[in-house]
């Protein structure tokens, strides 16, 4: 996954979702889910956008404050 380098999101700030994937490591299909429970895209002239402030919202809501099983985070070495 070189084409991704993780980021802070800055609340007042507007993403492209390509860019909001690459800053998150979100892939497609992880992206959709994130849809699907909440995560609000806002279109402008055809283009997808997320507001940080909307990330944060949803991450914040749906996020879990527990490791994943097995003890590894998917970007630790």
Do not use: W
């Amino acid at each position: 996954m070189a084409d991704r380098t993780l980021a802070p999101i800055e609340p007042d700030s507007l993403y492209p979702v390509a860019v909001l994937k690459r800053i998150t490591g979100l892939g497609d299909a992880a992206l959709r889910q994130a849809r699907r429970a909440g995560l609000v895209v806002r279109y402008l002239h055809g283009r997808a956008y997320v507001c940080g402030h909307d990330f944060i919202r949803y991450a914040t809501e749906n996020g879990s404050t527990e490791a994943p099983s097995g003890g590894k985070l998917r970007n630790e070495s």
